[in-house]
């Protein structure tokens, strides 16, 4: 038991360190080459990762400044929501034991 819990916290810290690889602010996107729909589902996704990375770095945010405007605010609103709303929009139906 504890080898597997182990091993899917060493699993768990790569993935989260390969993430911050692709994080808004590290230089990826200049005003030549912005940020577009893609871009923003994955800063949606990765957003609260940003956000703790943020707090030590302050290059680094939750949202990338060179964007392409419309495209990329749809898919970075499009990952938060479908990331981190959806637990709110699933209900469980409780059964009523009479």
Do not use: Q
């Not at 290059?59 to 709303?85: H, K, M, R």
Request: glycine share 12%.
């Amino acid at each position: 038991m504890i080898k597997k819990i182990s091993i899917a916290t060493i699993i768990l810290v790569l993935v989260v360190i390969t993430m911050t690889g692709c994080i808004p602010g590290d230089g990826t996107a200049t005003a030549a080459h912005k940020a577009g729909f893609f871009w923003g589902i994955w800063h949606g996704w990765i957003a609260p990762i940003s956000l703790i990375v943020g707090l030590f770095d302050h290059n680094i945010s939750i949202y990338e400044t060179y964007n392409t405007g419309w495209l990329y605010d749809l898919g970075f609103y499009a990952a938060i929501i479908s990331g981190f709303g959806g637990f709110s929009f699933s209900r469980r139906k409780r059964k009523n034991d009479h």
